[in-house]
């Protein structure tokens, strides 16, 4: 058998899975998605990315149940197609949080910074006699530890979402994945100053983190991650009645969640 014939009977045993994988390294190699992007802008339409996936996909499929009955071929193929679209709408999922966050926790890290800076500078001996004072420290501490642990929370939804569908392997780009690192860390060591200066101040302790709480939100950054992709990618492929149907259950049960936060806090 020749390499080339090697190599395409390798090609063909490829999982969805595998073939994702397979892609995201290519991808990454450019160190972002920005530089990626920019080297496949002129591709051919049948030669981008989602295409060759697509084919690629299909062919493994229809190869592995050659002889078969047509219409197990074909469910076949579909559900390769579903597993390989998903994934890799899944990616862009991933990636699009993730810049999101980090964009947003950049300007909360800056609004909260400076309120504690000011509560602390010149004057601060004056300002811990008036009666607000303490109530307003606790309030941007807390804000502050708040952050660290929805930051965590987005980390951990991200790694259970790799887990289950990427074998583990990371799906950010190395410079968003290094930007995470540097975010998380800046917001822990504001977090970190802005309890010992509570302290210092005798800004009573802030209460313990419900784990359940936790718990609870990374389920639902799971499903943020998760349930539009599954939506994008049946559009994708032309089956927008249960790319409705996903959407649709998604958006509810964030109401049902919000509508649980509005009602505790009363």
């Given amino acids: 058998m020749t390499l080339d014939r090697r190599l395409a009977k390798l090609e063909i045993s490829l999982s969805p899975t595998q073939l994702v994988l397979r892609w995201l390294a290519e991808a990454h190699a450019y160190g972002s998605l920005e530089a990626y992007v920019a080297s496949i802008l002129d591709l051919p339409g049948d030669q981008q990315p989602i295409d060759c996936l697509c084919r690629e996909a299909s062919e493994g499929a229809t190869a592995r149940l050659r002889g078969k009955p047509a219409d197990q071929v074909r469910r076949a193929v579909n559900s390769a197609l579903r597993e390989t679209v998903f994934r890799y709408e899944l990616v862009l999922r991933i990636y699009e949080m993730a810049h999101e966050s980090l964009d947003r926790e950049g300007l909360i890290d800056a609004a909260l910074s400076a309120h504690i800076g000011l509560l602390t500078s010149e004057g601060r001996a004056e300002r811990r006699h008036d009666a607000t004072y303490s109530e307003t420290f606790a309030t941007y501490r807390d804000l502050l530890t708040m952050r660290v642990g929805e930051l965590q929370a987005e980390q951990e939804a991200r790694s259970t979402v790799e887990e289950r569908y990427l074998d583990g392997h990371g799906a950010l780009f ?48 799971v499903a943020d991650l998760v349930e539009p992709a599954k939506s994008e990618a049946l559009e994708m492929l032309g089956e927008g009645r249960q790319a409705l149907g996903i959407a649709a259950g998604w958006v509810r049960a964030k109401l049902v969640a919000s509508t649980a936060v509005m009602d505790a806090g009363r």
Avoid at 182 to 196: G, I, M, P, Y
Avoid at 212 to 219: G, I, K, S
């Fill in 174 to 221: 190395p410079d968003v994945a290094a930007a995470w690192d540097e975010q998380l860390k800046r917001t822990q060591a504001l977090a970190d100053t802005a309890v010992r200066l509570a302290e210092l101040d005798g800004v009573p302790v802030a209460p313990p983190r419900d784990p359940e709480a936790l718990a609870a939100r990374t389920a639902e950054l």
